[in-house]
T-cell receptor, first 116, second 114 residues
Framework: AQTVTQSQPEMSVQEAETVTLSCTYD???????LFWYKQPPSRQMILVIRQEAYKQQNATENRFSVNFQKAAKSFSLKISDSQLGDAAMYFCAYRSASGTASKLTFGTGTRLQVTL | DSGVTQTPKHLITATGQRVTLRCSPR?????VYWYQQSLDQGLQFLIQ???????AKGNILERFSAQQFPDLHSELNLSSLELGDSALYFC?????????????FGPGTRLTVL
């Protein structure tokens, strides 16, 4: 079974600064997808960024980028120019690319605080 | 707004009772997933349906059941409720069953068991 580990329960960053959230995962599969989801106080789950394991290039979405290290099974999220609206819980998630049972397996989350 | 709707938003009930949570997927989506988010268990997958058929089961208790109807809406039934069932229940939908298809999450139903 796949597992996802987020070892930072809480992180804090000043507005306009850069922060990196860590995620490691364990799998015996070679093809899969990795995601970062944001959960603001409204509790809505919002997809931030997605990475296909077969792609070597790290995904980027505006101020959000990832550092995907397949051999190390590491998938960190970098938020640049942090904004107050970035304050939220961030969940790392794994999804197998094989078969048709495409459930998401989540980590325990990192609460990000953004300070002035 | 993801296009996935869930009702009710909040539900407060007593131990031993039974409740039904409803989910309407995005227009055109055939696959529905249910997830539970609790303080103890975190976010975990419960069950998946595709076009009316059960596709995958996760950590779903025997007291819980689900179905997907011909109009593609889905219901999650929770019975003999216990305090530990208090959680946020999310429904997500996707176009198909491929892992490539993005899952869109609804706003969730907050269940409180007293």
């Amino acid at each position: 079974a796949q597992t996802v580990t987020q070892s930072q329960p809480e992180m804090s960053v000043q507005e306009a600064e850069t922060v990196t959230l860590s995620c490691t995962y364990d799998t015996s599969e070679s093809d899969y997808y990795l995601f970062w989801y944001k959960q603001p106080p409204s509790r809505q789950m919002i997809l931030v960024i997605r990475q296909e394991a077969y792609k070597q290039q790290n995904a980027t979405e505006n101020r959000f980028s990832v550092n995907f290290q397949k051999a190390a099974k590491s998938f960190s999220l970098k938020i640049s120019d942090s904004q107050l609206g970035d304050a939220a819980m961030y969940f790392c998630a794994y999804r197998s690319a094989s078969g048709t049972a495409s459930k998401l397996t989540f980590g325990t989350g990192t609460r990000l605080q953004v300070t002035l | 707004d993801s296009g996935v709707t869930q009702t009710p938003k909040h539900l407060i009930t007593a131990t031993g009772q039974r409740v039904t949570l409803r989910c309407s997927p995005r227009s055109g989506d055939l696959s529905v997933y249910w997830y539970q988010q609790s303080l103890d268990q975190g976010l975990q997958f419960l069950i998946q349906y595709y076009n009316g058929e059960e596709r995958a089961k996760g950590n779903i208790l025997e007291r819980f059941s689900a179905q997907q109807f011909p109009d593609l809406h889905s219901e999650l039934n929770l019975s003999s409720l216990e305090l530990g069932d208090s959680a946020l229940y999310f429904c997500a939908s996707s176009v198909g069953v491929s892992s490539y298809n993005e899952q869109f999450f609804g706003p969730g139903t907050r269940l409180t068991v007293l």
